[in-house]
C-alpha cells in the first residue's frame, strides 16, 4: 500500500513563511511528477506547483516569485517553501503524485489527506 502524508502546516500572520512537506510510503520504484494544490472553503481545488523527476518545475501565477517546490528523488519526497503568505493562501494543501511505480503496481494518481496553512493577523 503507498500512502502520501502532508507535514508542515499551520498558522502563520501575513507576510510569513512556511515549508510543507510530503512523505510517501510504499515499495516506490520511482514518481513521474508531485506537486502540490489546494482547497480553499467554498472553492474548486487548483494547483499550486509541480515537479518533475527531471526537475521541471510548473508554479500558479498566484504564488510565483512566493512559493518554491522541490523535490528529494532518492527519499521520494517532495516539499513546498511558501514565502510571503497571504490571506488568500489560506487553504488545505494536498500533495499529488502522479505515475507512481511500486514493485508490483503503477498509480496514476495519488493524493495525500491535506494540510491546512491558514494565513491570519
Known amino acids: 500500500q503507498v500512502q502520501l502524508v502532508e507535514s508542515g502546516g499551520g498558522t502563520v500572520q501575513p507576510g510569513g513563511s512556511l515549508r510543507l512537506s510530503c512523505a510517501s510510503s510504499?515499495?516506490?520504484?520511482?514518481?513521474?511528477?508531485m506537486g502540490w494544490y489546494r482547497q480553499a472553503s467554498g472553492k474548486e481545488r487548483e494547483l499550486v506547483a509541480t515537479?518533475?523527476?527531471?526537475?521541471?518545475?510548473n508554479v500558479a501565477d498566484s504564488v510565483k516569485g512566493r512559493f518554491t517546490i522541490s523535490r528529494d528523488n532518492d527519499k521520494n519526497m517532495v516539499f513546498l517553501q511558501m514565502n510571503s503568505l497571504k490571506p488568500e493562501d489560506t487553504a488545505i494543501y494536498y500533495c499529488?503524485?502522479?505515475?507512481?511505480?511500486?514493485?508490483?503496481?503503477?498509480?496514476?494518481?495519488?493524493w495525500g489527506r491535506g494540510t491546512l496553512v491558514s494565513v491570519s493577523s
Open positions: 499529488n503524485a502522479e505515475n507512481m511505480r511500486t514493485n508490483i503496481h503503477r498509480f496514476l494518481q495519488v
Open positions: 510504499g515499495n516506490i520504484i520511482s514518481i513521474d511528477t
Open positions: 515537479i518533475t523527476l527531471g526537475g521541471v518545475t
